[in-house]
């Protein structure tokens, strides 16, 4: 009886385990569970089991790199997120990447809000050595954030951008983590900084359960020691540096662009791993973020986003210690880079052009201009006492879907160059040019380079849209500055000219080349007298800022109808304490 019944159990087991198999087969068959193996495997993994972090005597605060990354393994992980304008919502759009085929897969509604990250996907809780809770915080990611690679046979380079965009009206983003790459949790710039004693604790990272489900990731936390140490700036060496990378000073600095105030545009210091590239067209330099060595949280070369932070720069995580040092020291090499790098200038033609100009029916630049931001009220100092000024923050970006390029020359003795604008066939061979105004040098402490003219007006509308004031910003440095929407036709995800020290020529350069990429804009702070809008006899009331590109219309461009952008301000106050209210534009309510 015994035998018979188990006998019976194990055809009944084997009957079942056929059924399974012929249910399995059924369901592997079926395009859900296809598409379920070709996702990409995506981890939460930790590059050490015990990490260092400082907190400042003079400037309490600890910056949680922990050193956790989200590698992707089974193909790289690539999102697309994008607006149809300002009155529609943001959304998320996985680009699934098998063999030469590619789908795509629409994420759910509301997941994201924004350009700057995949919002509460990092749950953070610490710990103290008596086992009680002292912290529980969520954090964004960015897939774009400090990145290397995890495998020897994965691909040298990864082809997605270093950053993800922080501009109140970007457009479209493109955010990836290439197939054998790890990129790092830890925000850098973006991140705050909490208040924790000297001491020792334990973290626990772990991934949100939405997105475990959505993307497939393994329950597995990861543990790391944490030891916080407290340091003062009377230390010398390294402590007397760190007094301006404190939580104050990074802090202060990513409000600096946003109050108005007076300082030089075009900040052009030279970029180290410890040093910004420049303060980025008028907005206030902003100090390096503490973090550790290995995580390449700190500034990279292509900063420059007006009133906003460089975004971390890419370098492997794995490197050892000793090996990484040797690695700054060196500066790039083929595969990486330890955010010393600065861009080459862009070599011009050799000569200026000969035989008649002309305008081929080939692709051109789309220049458009975003709405004003970073919109304050400011005073003239001291060089200007007693007047009340708008200060406020511009772009104008190129939608595409080709470059815009203008060389200048100069011929020798005259203070001006020749501008002229070049056009290319689908191949890249120049085909034709015509002229496009002139280039001046700009001598003024903290701009020293070449500025291109006619390229926007700034201006200062009645409320029945008549001009009332326009601003004294008349010549442009190019450089891409701000990521405005990666997916348009031939953006290009690493733009070259980044840093106005070498994007715009020296004073005895002959001739210049300057460029505005695919899907990128050139961002300008506004906060000095004569650029910013001088409204101390103004009456209060309702005005609209217009941001004008291509005002003299000198430059060829596909559409010549989307290059004006407005925004509704309404002045108040009294004079010396002027206040001003900015309107939204659409859902988008950020100034």
């Known amino acids: 009886m015994t035998r018979s019944h188990q006998a019976r159990l194990g055809r009944a087991a084997i009957a079942a385990a056929a059924a399974t198999a012929v249910t399995a087969a059924v369901v592997a068959a079926s395009p859900e569970a296809h598409n379920a193996k ?28 922990l050193g956790t990354y989200v590698t992707a393994q089974n193909g790289p992980f690539e999102l697309r997120v994008t607006r149809k304008g300002y009155d529609a919502p943001v959304v998320a759009t996985q680009i699934v990447h098998s063999g030469n085929k590619t789908r795509t897969r629409t994420l759910p509604k509301g997941l994201v809000d924004g350009f700057s990250g995949l919002p509460g996907f990092a749950e953070i809780t610490l710990t103290d050595e008596k086992g009680r809770k002292v912290l529980s915080r969520s954090e964004s990611f960015c897939p774009n954030n400090a990145s290397g690679r995890v495998r020897p046979d994965a691909p040298s380079t990864s082809p997605y951008p270093q950053s993800c965009p922080v501009n109140p009206f970007t457009l479209g983003s493109v955010w990836g983590v290439e197939n054998g790459w790890a990129s790092n949790t830890y925000a850098g710039y973006y991140s705050e900084p909490v208040p924790l004693a000297a001491g020792v604790y334990t973290a626990k990272v772990s991934v949100a359960k939405k997105y475990r489900d959505l993307f497939g990731i393994a329950n597995k936390p990861q543990t790391i020691k944490v030891t916080v140490r407290e340091r003062s700036w009377e230390e010398g060496g390294a402590g007397a540096g ?9 802090r202060a600095a990513g409000h600096a662009g946003h109050a108005g105030g007076h300082t ?28 550790a060595a290995t995580t390449g949280a700190t500034p990279t070369y292509n900063v420059g986003h007006g009133p906003y932070a460089p975004a971390p720069p890419a370098l492997p995580w794995a490197l050892k210690k000793a090996g990484l040092r040797a690695a700054q020291a060196a500066g790039d090499s083929a595969g990486r880079t330890d955010g010393s790098r600065q861009a080459p200038a862009l070599a011009p033609n050799a000569k200026r052009p000969t035989g008649p100009a002309n305008v081929p029916d080939v692709p051109k630049p789309d ?12 005073d003239g100092g001291e060089e200007v006492p007693g007047k009340d000024y708008l200060a406020f923050s511009a772009n104008v970006w190129n939608a595409g879907p080709a470059q815009l390029v203008v060389d200048g020359f ?58 009332a004031v326009r601003s004294g910003k008349e010549a442009f440095c190019l450089a891409n500055t701000d990521a405005v929407d990666y997916t348009v036709k031939n953006a290009n995800w690493h733009p070259e000219n980044t840093d106005l020290s070498t994007a715009c020529g020296q004073e005895n350069s002959i001739s210049v080349r300057e460029v505005l990429d695919v899907g990128s804009g050139d961002t300008y702070t506004q906060d000095l007298p004569g650029q910013s809008f001088d409204i101390t006899d103004l009456p209060n009331g309702t005005y609209w800022i217009q941001v004008l590109a291509n005002p003299e219309k000198r430059l060829k461009e596909t559409d010549l109808g989307n290059n004006s952008a407005l925004r509704k301000v309404v002045l108040g106050g009294t004079k010396g304490a002027r206040t001003v209210t900015v309107a939204p534009v659409g859902l988008v309510d950020a100034n």
């Open 367 to 378: 220049l458009r201009s975003l709405p004003a931001y970073g919109i304050t009220i400011g």
């Open 242 to 250: 760190a007094a301006k990378t404190g939580p104050a000073a990074h």
């Open 410 to 467: 100069r011929t020798p003795g005259k203070e001006l160059m020749d501008a002229y604008q070049y056009f290319y066939d689908a191949d890249g061979k120049q085909v034709g040019y015509t002229p496009t105004g002139t280039m001046e040098w700009d001598p003024r402490p903290g701009h020293e380079h070449w500025h291109f003219t006619d390229f926007a007006s700034y201006r200062l509308l009645k409320a029945d849209k008549k001009e």
């Open 38 to 65: 070709s996702l990409p495997k995506l981890s939460l993994i930790a590059a050490t089991t015990s990490v260092t972090l400082d907190s400042w005597k003079e400037d309490p605060g600890v910056y949680l790199d």
């Open 264 to 291: 030089a545009g075009h900040g052009a210091g030279h970029s180290t791993a410890h040093s910004t590239g420049h303060a980025g067209h008028g907005a206030a330099a902003r100090p390096e973020a503490p973090s």
